[in-house]
Nanobody
Framework: QLQLVESGGGTVQSGGSLRLSCAASGRTFGRVAMTWFRQAPGKARELVAAISWNGLHNYYADSVKGRFTISRDAAKNTAYLQMSSLESEDTGIYYC????????????????WGQGTQVTVSS
């Protein structure tokens, strides 16, 4: 069982950067893929980035490719989402979530969720 706690959200101007952190407690962090989802006001939750258990395989939604970077630190039991060149469309609640699997993240395999952290990009 993993417990996930996000931090690092806030308000930033368009073009700015933020780094989100996801601190995990539990022994399985190092064995599962980690993901970041976001939910914009009035929209469905969407997957924006994912990383395999060993960090060798990543996924990015087209809307964030080249601007966001997902990473993880096994020693710190923490996953990160570095966000740059932020746009107003990036506004939303960002959720960290773990997959049941080590190298894939189908939606029906997402097991544990954090509480979310708000990101607001002002133009």
């Amino acid at each position: 069982q993993l417990q996930l706690v996000e931090s690092g959200g806030g308000t930033v101007q368009s073009g700015g950067s933020l780094r989100l952190s996801c601190a995990a407690s539990g022994r399985t962090f190092g064995r599962v893929a980690m993901t970041w989802f976001r939910q914009a006001p009035g929209k469905a939750r969407e997957l924006v980035a994912a990383i395999s258990w060993n960090g060798l395989h990543n996924y990015y939604a087209d809307s964030v490719k080249g601007r966001f970077t997902i990473s993880r630190d096994a020693a710190k039991n923490t996953a990160y989402l570095q966000m740059s060149s932020l746009e107003s469309e990036d506004t939303g609640i960002y959720y960290c979530a773990s997959s049941r699997y080590a190298e894939s993240w189908p939606v029906d395999a997402i097991e544990h969720w954090g509480q979310g952290t708000q990101v607001t990009v002002s133009s």
